[in-house]
């Protein structure tokens, strides 16, 4: 049963949202005018105060949406937007004025994804519509490196979590990849769904454990040693599965994100794994993730503009 729900309001359709690593109270939402399909955007860093309320703590207008946001992983108060243009935002929410720190150009079409590398620290990565997985410093305005192969959008690119240099990504083209930044090659193709896949995720736990959602409305567990036949398929969502992630405090817990308007838990160890489905959204679900300081509380995002943060164990949240 979901229980406490905290909700935040957003002046736009939302497309990501993501928890701080550092201060367990703030959260970035990625938004975009008009659904995302024209218009400006907005990146927001949200609060939950003690009182139970989420409001803005900070907001940088964009010309183009944001489709995606990552905290960074050395400095508490800055984070990387990825825009509509194919631009990436480096924003620092103590500066006086509203311009970003840092923008890096090279992405030819929309960059859909963004996330920090967890093991170094010092870099992150991008995928793009233009079909490549790019990986940057915060340093510079050029990309360290550009992975090619992929035949369609890439929807999302993530580095694993037990690896300094390998990145996962997922396409239109049905695919997953994996990608060894020491070659900047491709080493592992898993011809992932029949259908676009926007979703991937690695396990926290298992370094050899990937998550995959797709437009067809299943998600799909995978053992990147046997590539050929996936290790499980969930069903349960009506339509495509836009996120998932897997818990940072469970092992065989991952959560879903789906325009079908739900957000459900899985329990992989489970005969039946469905454990949860919420409802609370009236539009596509385009964001969700868990917080790294307080086990089960889970946040979600929506077109519908509307931020909901809550506790999946039962009782209040337990912050420090």
């Given at each position: 049963?979901?229980?406490?729900?905290?909700?935040?309001?957003?002046?736009?359709?939302?497309?990501?949202?993501?928890?701080?690593?550092?201060?367990?109270?703030?959260?970035?939402?990625?938004?975009?005018?008009?659904?995302?399909?024209?218009?400006?955007?907005?990146?927001?860093?949200?609060?939950?105060?003690?009182?139970?309320?989420?409001?803005?703590?900070?907001?940088?207008?964009?010309?183009?949406?944001?489709?995606?946001?990552?905290?960074?992983?050395?400095?508490?108060?800055?984070?990387?937007?990825?825009?509509?243009?194919?631009?990436?935002?480096?924003?620092?929410?103590?500066?006086?004025?509203?311009?970003?720190?840092?923008?890096?150009?090279?992405h030819a079409l929309e960059a859909s994804s963004v996330n920090w590398n967890l093991t170094d620290r010092q870099t992150f990565c991008s995928g793009?519509?233009?079909?490549?997985?790019?990986?940057?410093?915060?340093?510079?305005?050029?990309?360290?490196?550009?992975?090619?192969?992929?035949?369609?959008?890439?929807?999302n690119a993530v580095w694993s979590v037990h690896s300094n240099t390998l990145v996962g990504s997922c396409s239109g083209d049905g695919s997953v990849?994996?990608?060894?930044?020491?070659?900047?090659?491709?080493?592992?193709?898993?011809?992932?769904?029949?259908?676009?896949?926007?979703?991937?995720?690695?396990?926290?736990?298992?370094?050899?454990?990937?998550?995959?959602?797709?437009?067809?409305?299943?998600?799909?567990?995978?053992?990147?040693?046997?590539?050929?036949?996936?290790?499980?398929?969930?069903?349960?969502?009506?339509?495509?599965?836009?996120?998932?992630?897997?818990?940072?405090?469970?092992?065989?817990?991952?959560?879903?994100?789906?325009?079908?308007?739900?957000?459900?838990?899985?329990?992989?160890?489970?005969?039946?794994?469905?454990?949860?489905?919420?409802?609370?959204?009236?539009?596509?679900?385009?964001?969700?993730?868990?917080?790294?300081?307080?086990?089960?509380?889970?946040?979600?995002?929506?077109?519908?503009?509307?931020?909901?943060?809550?506790?999946?164990?039962?009782?209040?949240?337990?912050?420090?």
């Amino acid at each position: 049963m979901f229980v406490q729900p905290r909700q935040g309001v957003a002046n736009f359709s939302c497309y990501a949202v993501e928890f701080s690593p550092f201060n367990e109270h703030w959260v970035a939402v990625g938004t975009a005018q008009y659904f995302g399909i024209i218009g400006n955007g907005q990146q927001i860093v949200m609060e939950l105060h003690a009182n139970g309320d989420l409001t803005p703590l900070r907001a940088f207008d964009t010309q183009d949406g944001v489709y995606d946001v990552a905290w960074s992983e050395t400095h508490a108060n800055q984070l990387v937007s990825a825009c509509a243009n194919g631009h990436l935002k480096l924003w620092d929410i103590t500066t006086v004025d509203s311009f970003p720190i840092q923008t890096f150009a090279e992405h030819a079409l929309e960059a859909s994804s963004v996330n920090w590398n967890l093991t170094d620290r010092q870099t992150f990565c991008s995928g793009s519509w233009d079909t490549t997985v790019k990986v940057w410093t915060p340093q510079r305005t050029a990309s360290l490196l550009t992975l090619t192969g992929h035949t369609g959008p890439v929807y999302n690119a993530v580095w694993s979590v037990h690896s300094n240099t390998l990145v996962g990504s997922c396409s239109g083209d049905g695919s997953v990849r994996i990608w060894d930044l020491a070659s900047g090659a491709s080493v592992c193709r898993i011809a992932a769904h029949a259908t676009e896949v926007l979703a991937l995720d690695w396990s926290k736990y298992d370094a050899n454990q990937l998550v995959t959602g797709a437009v067809d409305g299943s998600i799909k567990i995978w053992d990147i040693r046997n590539p050929a036949m996936e290790v499980r398929v969930l069903r349960g969502h009506q339509y495509a599965v836009r996120r998932v992630k897997c818990s940072p405090y469970e092992p065989d817990v991952v959560a879903s994100a789906s325009y079908d308007m739900s957000v459900r838990l899985w329990d992989l160890k489970s005969l039946h794994p469905q454990t949860q489905a919420a409802t609370h959204h009236s539009e596509f679900v385009m964001g969700i993730d868990f917080n790294l300081f307080v086990p089960g509380l889970l946040v979600s995002c929506s077109w519908d503009r509307r931020i909901v943060m809550w506790q999946t164990h039962g009782g209040p949240p337990r912050f420090r």
